[in-house]
């Protein structure tokens, strides 16, 4: 029996930025605890194919899918809340789809018409929807029965007119009970008087249904929990019942909001709206993630890391990484504190210009208990990495290099070790006498977009001993997602190896290097790949995880002990529903005994 496919769309109003990413994750997420197969489409108003060129300034970092797509980070959302695998398409831009029409107008098949915005590009976008909604994204190969479908900006920009145009016709096309719409709204709250603003939310909603939608669910972001009185004003100047007003106000983390819009009855509204086949057991209801949410609100103990990157100012440049973090934080029931340091401010050229600057900034990296450098692009800053990540060896602080942080390792053993003072990437010294990392061959230097090694490749491990190896449970290969133009040169392998400078992880060819660890350091480790992007809240990425528990002091036993208590085994849940209890119950077993 086919199932018809159920459509939500969530849009914003007020202001961009006000938490719709995780609000459709959220909905996705108790939709799926009820058993339902859940996929979600990000549309991108802007005119850029994909989001790989832009600065993590723009819209946050850049998240990687296993076929290599570069997209908005509210993907990365998707997929760690719901536990899927989507692929680029599932990322709907302007320039995507007037690309795909103008193909379309050169090849000829609109036959001599006059092509429009409405209805071309109109039904472009609609087509898009329905053909992407039908994509497999689980591990069982199954159709989803729900689509959520978040609009990026904000109601009312001139360039998400034709995407919300085409949602206006596309409601009657899958008719009223297959497509409903949420609405989030800012509710301000002055602090002058104090009290709850709804004139924002009114304005919003009543452009949104000049222009066609109206909303089923109008989602409040607010500080505090809304008042009644100001609920059913929303209710009585929007159109909708008090019912239909959910408050989602701040919390203390991030998996409270699916059991705060349980609480609030939106899968009983859902189910009588759309009709769900959703059958009315008494669901123990996202347990896993009441459970997490209470444990990440419970911990004592801390555990400082300190991000050393470029782009600091802006916690979003490293949103998949700060989640990694998280995650491996949790299991090991350690609160986690990132400590985010430019990496330029490490640089002597600081203590010329700024000493207070530099000292603060060398007293953040002294005083931490690990040391991450992730990835980045372009030469500044990289002379910093490369002191902290030669302070992280001399001291044997617990250190992770992701990507650029791996092959500025390289760089730094070369210089120190080998007494190659020379030893750059040749992306910032072309003109190197020992270039320990260089270009790829398949690198196009004429075009930016696309032409890195992008995606999902395999790494083989080729030692037995390998800390990470253990980490990942003893299997021969990892399969995990890059994302870079430069490597390792191949060539100069073996000087490395010689001095304890282990290459443990290559590719399949053996001509790419993925994974260093150095020999008598507690935990130094450095991977071409990016493991951050498959990391998830109850499955947390082994080289994120190594570096947690080498920088609580809880790396040794937890090897000695053959890493039984790994989070990666603890979870087998496939359809994300709530866990049974033994799972729960092993989940919260202390995973290291506290030594």
């Excluded at 459709?24 to 194919?49: E, F, M, R």
């Excluded at 723009?58 to 899927?84: A, K, P, Q, T």
């Excluded at 302070?391 to 053993?413: D, N």
């Amino acid at each position: 029996m086919t199932t018809t496919m159920k459509y939500i769309l969530v849009t914003g109003g007020v202001i961009s930025g006000i938490g719709k990413g995780i609000i459709a994750s959220s909905v996705g997420t108790i939709l799926k605890s009820c058993g339902l197969h859940v996929t979600a489409i990000k549309i991108d108003p802007y005119i850029n194919i994909d989001a790989g060129t832009f600065s993590p300034y723009e819209h946050g970092e850049v998240f990687v899918l296993d076929d290599g797509g570069e997209v908005d980070l509210d993907l990365g959302n998707y997929e760690r809340f719901l536990d899927i695998r989507l692929t680029k398409d599932n990322n709907l831009t302007t320039g995507k789809i007037y690309q795909s029409v103008i193909n379309k107008e050169r090849r000829g098949d609109y036959l001599g018409k006059t092509v429009q915005v409405v209805p071309h590009i109109t039904d472009a976008i609609q087509e898009w929807v329905m053909k992407q909604a039908k994509v497999p994204v689980d591990d069982d190969g199954l159709e989803p029965q729900v689509c959520v479908i978040e609009l990026g900006g904000t109601v009312g920009d001139i360039e998400s007119m034709p995407f919300i145009e085409a949602f206006r016709q596309f409601q009657f096309k899958v008719r009223r009970e297959n497509f409903c719409n949420i609405h989030v709204s800012l509710v301000p709250q002055p602090s002058a008087t104090g009290e709850q603003k709804t004139k924002p939310t009114q304005n919003s909603v009543r452009e949104l249904r000049g222009l066609g939608l109206s909303p089923d669910l109008i989602m409040c972001r607010c500080s505090t929990p809304l008042d009644n009185s100001v609920k059913e004003k929303i209710s009585m100047f929007c159109h909708v019942e008090p019912g239909q007003v959910i408050c989602v106000h701040d919390v203390s983390s991030i998996y409270r909001v699916p059991l705060l819009l349980e609480d609030q009855g939106v899968v009983n509204y859902f189910c009588r709206r759309l009709d769900l086949p959703i059958e009315s057991r008494p669901r123990k209801m996202l347990t896993k993630w009441k459970e997490m949410s209470d444990r990440s609100d419970r911990l004592l103990e801390q555990c400082s890391i300190a991000l050393v990157g470029k782009y600091t100012k802006f916690s979003d440049s490293y949103a998949s990484v700060i989640k990694a973090l998280e995650h491996s934080a949790l299991a090991i029931s350690h609160k986690l504190e990132v400590k985010y340091i430019d990496s330029a401010d490490l640089e002597p050229s600081t203590l010329q210009e700024e000493p207070v600057k530099y000292h603060e900034a060398w007293q953040k990296l002294c005083s931490s208990d690990g040391i991450l450098v992730p990835g980045g692009f372009g030469v500044r800053g990289t002379e910093g990495k490369i002191q902290a990540i030669s302070w992280a060896r001399k001291q044997k602080k617990p250190f992770l290099g992701v990507c650029l942080g791996m092959q500025l390792a390289v760089c730094e053993f070369a210089r120190n070790i080998l007494g190659w003072a020379d030893a750059n990437s040749t992306e910032f010294d072309p003109e190197s006498k020992y270039p320990v990392v260089i270009d790829m061959p398949e690198h196009n230097p004429g075009q930016m977009g696309g032409t890195m090694r992008l995606g999902k490749r395999r790494t083989l491990f080729k030692t037995k001993s390998s800390i990470l190896r253990k980490l990942y449970g003893d299997t021969d290969y990892v399969e995990e997602r890059h994302r870079h133009r430069f490597e390792v040169n191949p060539e100069l392998k073996q000087h490395f190896e010689d001095k304890g400078f282990h290459f443990v992880g290559q590719d399949v060819e053996g001509e790419r290097m993925e994974v260093i660890e150095l020999e008598d350091h507690p935990y130094f480790v450095g991977v071409q790949y990016h493991p951050e992007f498959t990391s998830r809240p109850i499955k947390p990425s082994p080289p994120y995880f190594g570096l947690l528990l080498a920088a609580a002091g809880k790396l040794h036993s937890y090897l000695q002990r053959g890493c039984r208590l790994s989070p990666r085994d603890t979870y087998s849940d496939r359809s994300g529903s709530s866990s049974p209890d033994s799972e729960i119950a092993e989940f919260k077993l202390p995973s290291i005994s506290q030594d």
